[in-house]
């Protein structure tokens, strides 16, 4: 089963403002990073981070500056993926601990 971004599931808009080190070597301080897509496997979970340079390009549709991908195992047989619990297993890594969390008009915080 696969959810992306436009799917409408959970804060879809949450993101999140992280530095992010790009294949040429330039560094982009404080990107505007996103889940694109969440892939539920029997076993696990992948979740698919775009990154943009700003906000502002990420509303606009504009080509975002970085994808990478992130899997993580099912801790129990019931437990079920969305674009929330995306976002606090991702927390949970250092690429994303002291990321700052970026909320859309009417989302309020997620239970870290």
């Known amino acids: 089963m696969a959810f992306n971004s436009q799917d409408g599931?959970?804060?879809v808009n949450m993101a999140f403002l992280v530095s992010v080190e790009l294949d040429n070597g330039l560094t982009v301080e404080?990107?505007?990073c996103r889940i694109n897509s969440v892939n539920?496997?029997?076993t696990g979970v992948s979740i698919?981070?775009?990154y943009y340079k700003d906000r502002e390009l990420a509303?606009?549709?504009a080509p975002f500056i970085k994808q990478e991908q992130y899997s993580?195992?099912?801790e129990t047989e019931?437990?079920?993926y969305n674009f929330d619990l995306g976002y606090l297993k991702?927390?949970?890594l250092p690429r994303f601990e002291n990321a700052t969390n970026v909320l859309e008009e009417g989302q309020t915080p997620l239970n870290e």
Do not use: C
Request: hydrophobic letters at 30%.
């Open 90 to 92: 991702l927390k949970t």
């Open 59 to 61: 509303v606009e549709n």
């Open 9 to 11: 599931i959970g804060d």
């Open 78 to 80: 019931e437990e079920s």
């Open 48 to 50: 698919t981070m775009v």
């Open 72 to 74: 993580f195992p099912k």
């Open 30 to 32: 404080n990107s505007y």
């Open 40 to 42: 539920i496997y029997k």
